[in-house]
T-cell receptor
Framework: DSGVTQTPKHLITATGQRVTLRCSPR?????VYWYQQSLDQGLQFLIQ???????AKGNILERFSAQQFPDLHSELNLSSLELGDSALYFC????????????????FGPGTRLLVL | LAKTTQPISMDSYEGQEVNITCSHN???????ITWYQQFPSQGPRFIIQ???TKVTNEVASLFIPADRKSSTLSLPRVSLSDTAVYYC???????????FGAGTRLFVKA
């Protein structure tokens, strides 16, 4: 158990719909990362938040958005869903201590499996 | 960001030592090398991390030559349960915009 929780575990929805995935980081971790993994594909970095602010952006579609709340949990919003959005969505967290040279180990949650029909 | 290159797949037998090499020719001075393991339908799990020379923990060793343009993950005496995908990552101290490569799919046979 990594200490990162994600809900829901599974999500089935239809094209054109909108869903929200939720992530709670490990206690004390300030950074949250979101990844997408399609069937038999590698992990695609989507976005990173640090202490409530967007820190880095990867290959995230405009239909997707995320935020990190004051309690540090994060939500990934996926809208106008398409068949190709079906994938495993992982959240990871890490302790980011700026200016100390501490490098970050990311701890991954169990993922949310999204199926768009 | 430094790009990494790993073999797509490797086969081994139980009890053997497995070495997976990762190339990262344009690694930057501040970059660390990290390896993750991923089982099907699970999130990646941290294995080991290093900056230079050799690092060892209870599950693996990481060898990094002086030029740091490559690294080798060594798994001693693998078992069937080590069948997984192994990812090599190179990222800076902020861990920003982490790029996972395609990984190496290790298949351990009895």
């Amino acid at each position: 158990d990594s200490g990162v929780t994600q809900t829901p575990k599974h999500l089935i929805t239809a094209t054109g719909q909108r869903v929200t995935l939720r992530c709670s980081p490990r206690s004390g971790d300030l950074s949250v990362y979101w990844y997408q993994q399609s069937l038999d594909q590698g992990l695609q970095f989507l976005i990173q938040y640090y202490n409530g602010e967007e820190r880095a952006k990867g290959n995230i579609l405009e239909r997707f958005s995320a935020q990190q709340f004051p309690d540090l949990h994060s939500e990934l919003n996926l809208s106008s869903l398409e068949l190709g959005d079906s994938a495993l969505y992982f959240c990871a967290s890490s302790l980011t201590v700026e200016g100390t040279g501490v490098t970050e180990t990311q701890y991954f949650g169990p993922g949310t499996r999204l199926l768009v029909l | 960001l430094a790009k990494t290159t790993q073999p797509i797949s490797m086969d081994s037998y139980e009890g053997q030592e497995v070495n997976i090499t990762c190339s990262h020719n344009n690694i930057a001075t501040n970059d660390y090398i990290t390896w993750y393991q991923q089982f099907p339908s699970q999130g990646p799990r941290f294995i080991i991390q290093g900056y230079k020379t050799k690092v060892t923990n209870e599950v693996a060793s990481l060898f990094i030559p002086a030029d740091r343009k490559s690294s080798t993950l060594s798994l001693p005496r693998v078992s069937l349960s080590d069948t997984a995908v192994y990812y090599c990552l190179v990222c800076d101290t902020g861990g920003f915009k982490t790029i996972f490569g395609a990984g190496t799919r290790l298949f351990v046979k009895a």
